[in-house]
């Protein structure tokens, strides 16, 4: 039985970690993608077609954000009780 309960909670706090790394990233990049918009002058003056598709990768970055710290704090929850 306590083997059993090892294992889960070593996969359990795998999982964590993965989804954690994932988030990491996640940050890490849209932070580079913010900083490159907000240090370059002409970053308004680029066409309409290649500043929404630049948006579109920030918002599809925010929802994966999103998504794993939810799937982290629903694990979290999972086991804390």
């Known amino acids: 039985m306590a083997v ?8 359990f706090l795998n999982h964590q970690r993965q989804t954690q790394e994932i988030l990491e990233s996640c940050l890490w990049k849209l932070e580079a993608l913010m ?3 907000l240090h370059s002058s002409n970053f308004y003056e680029l066409s309409k077609h290649i500043r929404h598709d630049y ?10 954000a ?5 799937t982290s704090l629903n694990g979290l929850l999972r086991h804390s009780g």
């Open 4 to 11: 059993n309960s090892i294992a889960d909670f070593s996969s």
């Open 66 to 70: 999103i998504q794993a710290n939810q």
């Open 35 to 37: 900083t490159v918009a």
């Open 55 to 64: 948006f579109s990768v920030m918002g599809e970055l925010i929802m994966e």
